[in-house]
């Protein structure tokens, strides 16, 4: 009976980062033209639920404490990535020195999201109390 629970809880749960998702789609369009009510922040807040909604899926289904740790850093990462980008285009002015350092810590979180993937990549298959290479850490 747990177990059909579980699934119904996942599925429920995927189907609410799915639409979270494709709103953002539709509401950047429909809002694009206010400018009392910035849509950007709106899109955040659907992303960084989805990713916080998908880190606690994570944290309940992934057996191996290694790659649990590294998909919950992706997760991490994403909101950061999305936060940076919202920082960028509701409270920097397009010429500050702010709005170009939130464009150069963008690429940060973007480019370390692929380090904790490949090292998940490396644990798949392997026994729990199994540790991957040293040169592959290097």
Not at 58 to 70: A, T
Not at 86 to 92: A, G, P, Q, R
Request: with cysteine.
């Amino acid at each position: 009976m747990s177990s059909v629970h579980n699934s119904r809880k996942t599925i429920v749960l995927n189907c609410v980062c799915f639409v979270l998702v494709l709103l953002s789609g539709p509401v950047r369009f429909a809002l694009r033209g206010h400018e009392q009510f910035s849509y950007n922040l709106l899109i955040y807040t659907f992303f960084a639920f989805a990713a916080l909604i998908w880190a606690t899926q994570l944290q309940r289904r992934i057996v191996q404490p290694e790659i649990r740790k590294n998909l919950i850093a992706v997760a991490i990462f994403v909101i950061l990535w999305m936060l940076l980008r919202t920082v960028k285009y509701v409270f920097t002015g397009d010429d500050s020195i702010a709005a170009r350092y939130c464009w150069y810590l963008y690429y940060l979180p973007q480019t370390f999201i692929l380090l904790p993937m490949f090292f998940s990549v490396l644990h798949i298959g392997r026994p729990a109390e199994q540790p991957i290479s040293r040169r592959w850490r290097l």
